[in-house]
Structure formats: structure tokens, C-alpha cells
């Protein structure tokens, strides 16, 4: 189901106010040069699912914590498959137990929006964000801009691919590894883009399926794949691939010259959050620019353009970002999986 516009007010507010922004880039000074944030005076406990990675969640709770000392931050941790399961199964059961959720993929988060199950974010600084993130009828608001890219095994693959017609090639049969639709939120939003992107489409996905990828489970074990030598190359996230290069694994990457498919990892409030306060804090604290000092320093593509950007790292304006009507990557999201799922058959 889709939503319809709940709050024209506030949607109208939002576009002007973000009509004069631009996209990310710069260079990172480092999260640990930026200013201390004000103290907000939240307390009581805070509850946060998330598909954050859990080393990169802990840090982030670590920072908040530093202005928000009297806030007890709990957090579940899982893909946003099985987050949304654990959601679904809580609203059947007496309401949602999270006060905030931090996940992968816009259509997830309409579709929250759509059933009543977010409360409009109650936050002050949207304005200073690439608008291309921020819900307009302030629902949700991305944090990071996380690509999908190319990755290849340097001492495997002479040839690199650098798009995702080549990855048809006869030539890379039996050497691709990608994560799981139906685990990774980013691999079941990028299904649809694929789909509903016209140079590539239907018969690109049977075509990609025809070179038999080995499926995993996310990102995080597609990366170690490529990384390791068991797979020559992999779809997968940016940041994974530009992590292991940093630590001496023989990985290197590249953003697909016919367009790359990107998330924003919203976070939005659940309407049934039992610490609203708070909840609104931890949204504003992931977007200010202290958080999003921190974002760069684990390696993301922020959201503003006063943070920086990961060392390594293209600019913006240097990468061909798909982006693609999310109504209608929300409306067929399901089923683009379910057609990936049949081909795979």
C-alpha cells in the first residue's frame, strides 16, 4: 500500500527549503575534530533495531552517548528482513517494541509511513541535508548514502567489469557473488532498480542469472568472498569493498558506468515509540554534523556536504547515482524479489 500525502504543509515547507541544497562532497577533517554536540536532556532507556553492522552501531551508540550520558540505548541488531518479520510479528502481538528504526531501503520505510506506523520526525536539521534523502513529508530521513558498486578480486580478474551489462560476459560465468533480496534490504531495493532501469531490465537480470552468481546472505559476506579469492567479483555495498582494500585485502572497485543503485539507511521514529524524546534526538544526533563525521570515518558517503567524505572515496558529482521513482520501487519491491527468486529456480 501507498501512502498519501498525510502533512501537504509540512511537504511544501520541506521542498522549498531543500530546493537550494547540493549533494555531498569535500574531504573528511575526521569525526574525532568535530565540535561537541549540546547535551539535549534525554533520558530513560531508547530502543533501536537496526541493520547497522554491529561494530559501526556500537560506535554510533558510543557518540550519542557522549551528549546523551542519561539515555539507555538497547539495541537489536539483524538484516532488514528479519527486522521486518520481528515488526510484523510485534504488531500482531500488542505494538511495536522499537522507539526508532535505522535500515536499509526507502521502500520499507513508505511502507511504514503508509500503514501508520511512523510519526513524523520531530527534528530541526533537515534543511542542511542533500534533499534527495529527506522524506518530504518528514516520515524519515536518510543518514548515509551507501552504493552499490562492482568489486573484483586484483589478483583474479584482469579484466574488470565496469558495468552491469559486462557482468553478462560469457567470461565471468561462475565467479560472481551477490547477497540475498530476501536478507539485505539494499540487495531487494536494488533488484527493483535493476527492473525498472530500461537499459538494463528483465532480460539483464536473466542474463545475470544465466552467468549462475553464488547468492549470500548481505553484503558483509560477499565482500569477504571477493576478498578471500572464492569469488572473482561481487555486488556489494561500497563501503565493504573500500574497507578490506584499507586492510591490505586484494579488493578493488568500481562504481558501474550505466548507474549506480544507492539506499540512504533511513531511521524514522515508530508511532509506537515509548521515548519519543529521545528517539527524535537519536534521528537528529545521526544527521547533524557530528554524526555524520562519524558516518565518514566509517567509511559511508554522508548525507551534507560539510562532513567530508571517506578517504578513497569519489565525490558525488563524480558517481552516476541511479535515482529512480521510489513510489514506484516501493509499490514493486516485492515483487522484483519473488521474479529474482523464480529465475533463480
Do not use: H
Amino acid at each position: 500500500m501507498l501512502r498519501s500525502s498525510k502533512n501537504p504543509a509540512l511537504a511544501v515547507l520541506s521542498l522549498a527549503s531543500l530546493a537550494l541544497l547540493t549533494a555531498c562532497g569535500g574531504s573528511a577533517d575526521g569525526a574525532e575534530n568535530a565540535p561537541a554536540a549540546a547535551a539535549t536532556g534525554a533520558t530513560g532507556t531508547l530502543t533501536v533495531y537496526t541493520s547497522e553492522p554491529q561494530a559501526k552501531i556500537d560506535e554510533l551508540v558510543a557518540a550519542y552517548n557522549e551528549v546523551n550520558p542519561e539515555v539507555s540505548v538497547e539495541v537489536f541488531r539483524a538484516g532488514t528482513g528479519e527486522l521486518k518479520t520481528r515488526i510484523a510479528t510485534e504488531k500482531e502481538t500488542g505494538g511495536i517494541q522499537a522507539d526508532v528504526i535505522l535500515a536499509a531501503d526507502v521502500p520499507t520505510f513508505e511502507a511504514y509511513a503508509a500503514e501508520g506506523d511512523l510519526q513524523v520526525l520531530d527534528i530541526d536539521n533537515t534543511a542542511e541535508l542533500n534533499p534527495d534523502v529527506v522524506d518530504a513529508e518528514g516520515y524519515y530521513v536518510g543518514t548515509r548514502i551507501i552504493p552499490t558498486v562492482i568489486a573484483y578480486n586484483t589478483t583474479l580478474v584482469d579484466n574488470a567489469p565496469e558495468s552491469w551489462a559486462e557482468l553478462t560476459d560469457e567470461e565471468y560465468k561462475g565467479i560472481i557473488a551477490m547477497p540475498n533480496p530476501d536478507v539485505s534490504g539494499a540487495a531487494a531495493f536494488n533488484t527493483t532498480v535493476w527492473l525498472e532501469t530500461p537499459a538494463l531490465g528483465e532480460n539483464w537480470l536473466k542474463d545475470l542469472v544465466k552467468n549462475e552468481p553464488t547468492v549470500l546472505e548481505s553484503n558483509g559476506p560477499v565482500g569477504q568472498a571477493v576478498a578471500a579469492g572464492t569469488s572473482g567479483i561481487g555486488i556489494v555495498v561500497d563501503y565493504v569493498a573500500r574497507e578490506l582494500a584499507a586492510k591490505g585485502s586484494p579488493i578493488a572497485l568500481s562504481y558501474p558506468s550505466d548507474g549506480v543503485p544507492y539506499v540512504s539507511q533511513p531511521a524514522g521514529v515508530f508511532t509506537d515509540a515509548k521515548n519519543p524524546d529521545a528517539a527524535n534526538q537519536f534521528v537528529e544526533f545521526l544527521v547533524s554534523k557530528e554524526g555524520q563525521e562519524l558516518a565518514v570515518a566509517q567509511s559511508y558517503l554522508p548525507v551534507r556536504d560539510d562532513a567530508g567524505v571517506p578517504e578513497g572515496a569519489p565525490a558525488l558529482a563524480d558517481v552516476e547515482l541511479l535515482n529512480p521513482d521510489l513510489t514506484v520501487i516501493a509499490e514493486k519491491q516485492a515483487s522484483a524479489v519473488a521474479k529474482f527468486n523464480d529465475l533463480l529456480k
